[in-house]
Structure formats: C-alpha cells, structure tokens
C-alpha cells in the first residue's frame, strides 16, 4: 500500500512561483509514473503533469511551459516546479500514483 504526502502550498502573488513536493513510501518509487492533479472549488478533477518511470513527462495545455515535473528516486519524491503562477491556478493539488493512490493534497492560492 502506498503513502503520498504532499507539501510545499501556500499563498502566492500573481506571477509567483511555488515548489511542491509528494514524498512516497510503501512500495518500490522507482518503478512507477507519478501524476499531480488539482481540484478547484466547483470544478473536476485534472491531470496538470505526469511522469512515467522512465522520466518522460506530459502537461496539460494550460500548464505548458510554466510548470514543471521532475522526480528524485533517491528521495521517493516527485516535485512540481510552478512559475508564472496565475489566479486560475487556485486548487488543491494532489499526488497520484498507479494503483489509484492518493496524497491528501495540498492547496495553492494565486492572489494579489
């Protein structure tokens, strides 16, 4: 059974940058694609990024070339680097792992 804990939300300007961070444990990391997903109030859940195993990444569109996956096998932890942050970023963010696993999720806030 896998444990994801999310970390790194907060409250940040328009235009701001935010790291979060999904350290896992309980099963081999290495192994498996990650994904962060974000939920804000009113709307569905959706995929922002995704990394297999193997480091290949996908973004959504609205996401594209502001923010960024990466992930650490050493440290069982994968990251969303964010930047150009916009209000419409506002969500609850939440590491996702093959199996349907979930973190408890972490929220963002894009305010001035």
């Known amino acids: 059974q896998a444990q994801l804990v999310e970390s790194g939300g907060g409250l940040v300007q328009p235009g701001g940058s935010l790291t979060l961070a999904c350290t896992t444990s309980?099963?081999?990391?290495?192994?498996?694609?990650m994904g962060w997903f974000r939920q804000a109030v009113g709307k569905e859940r959706e995929l922002v990024a995704a990394i297999t195993a193997g480091g290949i990444t996908n973004y959504a569109d609205s996401v594209k070339g502001r923010f960024t996956i990466s992930r650490d096998n050493a440290k069982s932890t994968v990251y969303l680097q964010m930047n150009s942050l916009k209000p419409e970023d506002t969500a609850v963010y939440l590491c996702?792992?093959?199996?349907?696993?979930w973190g408890q999720g972490t929220q963002v806030t894009v305010s001035s």
């Open positions: 996702h792992t093959t199996g349907n696993h």
């Open positions: 309980g099963r081999a990391f290495r192994s498996y694609a």
